[in-house]
Structures are given as C-alpha cells and as structure tokens.
C-alpha cells in the first residue's frame, strides 16, 4: 500500500513539475497593454530615474509610437531612443521618418547607448 502511495506522489510531482517547465510561451501580439506611451514620454522618464522606469516596465506589453529613425530586416528604431526587434522580417513598406505604434514587451534599458528594448514586436498601425 505504501509503495502505491508513493507512487502516486511522484507521478504527481513530475505532471506539475512537466508542466511548469513547458508552460505556453506569451503571445504578445494577443496580450492587451499595460502601457501606451509615445517614445519621447518614455525616453524622458527613464531619464528622470532610470531603475524605477525599469522595474515598472519590466517583461510588461507596451505600446510604443513614434518616428522611425533607423530600420533593417527585423529592427526598428523609434526617435534614436527605443530599440525594437521583431520575428519576423519587416515589410518593404515601412520607410524611415514615418510615424508607428508598435506592441511589444520591454526587456530592458540599455544604459551605454541610452535606448529602451523591446522585442517579440509586432506593428499596430
């Protein structure tokens, strides 16, 4: 009886364990934002403080407009200021100067170059 039990224990232990594991990965196209902000009101506030602006937005969905300063196969930037990558390759449409909302979830700060990262982004507009 007691070999049963134990048994069942660790059956129980692997199926959670399995499941922790290998959870679905976030769809952040699907996801609903956190955060709607212009790239200037972001910039602007990680200039202020940047360690709180980095707890606040951390692994969060966000949406981001602004000007496309810089642009290649799977990159944009908006303004010089928010760096966002994509999965996919980007459309031959998409020209520089022109004005974007972009979803996607911010993944830090990068404090040398003074850029916002995102990535798994997506275009809204």
Not at 45 to 66: A, C, D, H, Q, R
Not at 91 to 96: A, L, V, Y
Not at 105 to 121: A, V, Y
Request: proline share 1%.
């Amino acid at each position: 009886m007691r070999k049963w039990v134990v048994i069942v224990i660790i059956l129980i232990v692997a199926f959670l364990s399995y499941n922790y594991i290998y959870q679905d990965h976030r769809d952040i196209k699907r996801e609903k934002s956190e955060y709607v902000l212009t790239s200037i009101d972001i910039s602007n506030e990680f200039e202020i403080n940047p360690s709180v602006s980095e707890t606040k937005y951390l692994n969060k969905t966000i949406e981001i407009s602004g000007t496309i300063s810089e642009i290649n196969n799977t990159e944009i930037t908006l303004d010089n200021k928010v760096f966002c990558q994509f999965s996919n390759t980007l459309k031959n449409t998409i020209k520089t100067n022109q004005t974007i909302k972009i979803k996607g979830r911010f993944i830090g700060f990068d404090s040398l170059l003074e850029e916002i990262k995102l990535d798994q982004c997506n275009i809204i507009n």
